[in-house]
C-alpha cells in the first residue's frame, strides 16, 4: 500500500492499516484505488487518511469527487 501515515493515535494507525489491506487484498477489482477518511463527528481535527495511490493521484480523484458531489442533493 502507498502512503505515509500521519496518525498520532497507534490504534487509528493500526486500525486503517488492517482496513486498508483488507479492502485491496479482498475487497477491491483489480485496477482500482481506494481513499479512506477517518474523522471524528465532533470538533475539528484529528481526520486520518490512507490512500493506495499516490499522493498526487488520489487528491486529483478526491478533488474530482468534490466538484461532482459538492451541489447534490
Known sequence: ???????????A?????KIGRKIKSELLPEGYG???????????????????AERKTMIE??????ENHKNAP
Open 1 to 11: 500500500m502507498s502512503g505515509v501515515f500521519y496518525v498520532r493515535d497507534e490504534k
Open 13 to 17: 494507525e493500526e486500525a486503517l492499516r
Open 34 to 52: 481506494f481513499a479512506l477518511l477517518v474523522f471524528p463527528f465532533e470538533g475539528k481535527g484529528g481526520m486520518f487518511y490512507m490512500s493506495s
Open 61 to 66: 480523484a478526491m478533488e474530482e469527487f468534490i
